[in-house]
């Protein structure tokens, strides 16, 4: 057995400028349909509006935040539903495998190949300089996508059902990450991204 058969371990991905690490499948006490089910059921979703660059725009998405803390982003300011004991599960497995500690998570669910996130980093002053955010994938398979923000490198990874992806280090003050839209006919995905808010 090598390095990167080590099960429940984060692989890391070589990259200039920050630090990448990715687990395929993060290992959980419920099976990843399981969860994937009551996350759709059990979260109050919603389709949030935005300002980018002086205009008020619908996410192409549903969202929701728990955590401790408020978090303000692209003028739109989340208070955060209190845990519930099954994403309190899951945050335990995710700082496990990350050796991180974190306090808030972003869900965000993709319905269909429309669904997307724009290109952006999450450089936020409450996230700290140099955050460890950790994405958790389940259901449809989606190309994340990242970008250097100062020459023309970029990187596609494939985040599949289960997986686990640490951004770490400088990777937010150099790079830009998003999920692009998809002509195919893509089924529906909910992505976790837990976060430290100072
Ligand atoms: O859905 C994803 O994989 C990306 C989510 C993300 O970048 C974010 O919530 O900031
Ligand atoms: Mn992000």
């Not at 980018?52 to 728990?66: D, I, S």
């Not at 599960?89 to 991180?100: D, F, K, L, N, T």
């Amino acid at each position: 057995m090598d390095l990167f058969d080590t099960p429940g371990a984060l692989t890391p991905i070589p990259i200039d400028d920050g630090e990448l690490a990715l687990l395929s499948r993060l290992p959980l006490p419920l099976s990843n349909a399981e969860v994937f089910e009551r996350l759709l059921h059990e979260t109050p979703w919603r389709e949030e509006s935005v300002i980018v660059f002086g205009k008020r725009h619908l996410q192409p998405r549903l969202t929701a935040w728990y955590g401790d803390a408020s978090y303000t982003y692209s003028g739109l300011r989340l208070e955060p539903l209190p845990w519930t004991p099954l994403l309190m599960e899951i945050r335990a497995a995710v700082e496990a495998a990350c050796g991180e500690a974190f306090n808030s998570v972003l869900l965000n669910r993709y319905r269909n190949g429309r669904d997307s996130m724009g290109m952006h980093s999450d450089n936020e002053p409450e996230l700290g300089e140099e955050p460890a955010i950790a994405s958790l994938s389940f259901g449809a398979t989606r190309t994340f996508i990242l970008k250097h923000k100062n020459n023309r490198q970029s990187l596609r990874l494939p985040l599949e059902d289960g997986s686990l992806l640490l951004m770490r280090g400088q990777l937010q003050r150099y790079w830009l990450h998003g999920i692009n839209k998809s002509a195919l006919p893509l089924g529906e995905r909910i992505n976790l991204t837990f976060r430290y808010v100072v």
